[in-house]
């Protein structure tokens, strides 16, 4: 079991910063790839970024490539998103989700990011 729970949303203005955290506990923190997804309103949830177990060989979608970067300290079982020139379509939801067995099997509850134009 993984229980997962983001911080960090609120409200920014286009062009600003915001840092996302996800604290895991349960499953050593260490052996699974951690993921931030989003969902806005009306849409699919739709996948952000990844990070390996050790934090290596990060993935990103094309629309956020260059501005967000997913880091993981796993001495604090914590997952970052510093998500960097936002614009207003970043404004969501966003989800952090743990990789167990092949599937993206736990989620947080999810923080509200608003991007104010």
């Known amino acids: 079991q993984v229980q997962l729970v983001e911080s960090g949303g609120g409200l920014v203005q286009a062009g600003g910063s915001l840092r996302l955290s996800c604290a895991a506990s349960?499953?050593?923190?260490?052996?699974?790839?951690m993921g931030w997804f989003r969902q806005a309103p009306g849409k699919e949830r739709e996948f952000v970024a990844t990070?390996?177990?050790?934090?290596?060989?990060?993935t990103y979608a094309d629309s956020v490539k260059g501005r967000f970067t997913i880091s993981r300290d796993n001495a604090k079982n914590t997952v970052y998103l510093q998500m960097n020139n936002l614009k207003p379509e970043d404004m969501a939801v966003y989800y952090c989700?743990?990789?167990?067995?092949?599937?993206?099997?736990?989620w947080g509850q999810g923080t509200q990011v608003t991007v104010s134009s």
């Open positions: 349960g499953r050593t923190f260490s052996t699974y790839a």
């Open positions: 990070t390996t177990r050790s934090g290596s060989n990060p």
């Open positions: 989700a743990a990789l167990v067995a092949g599937r993206w099997a736990y």
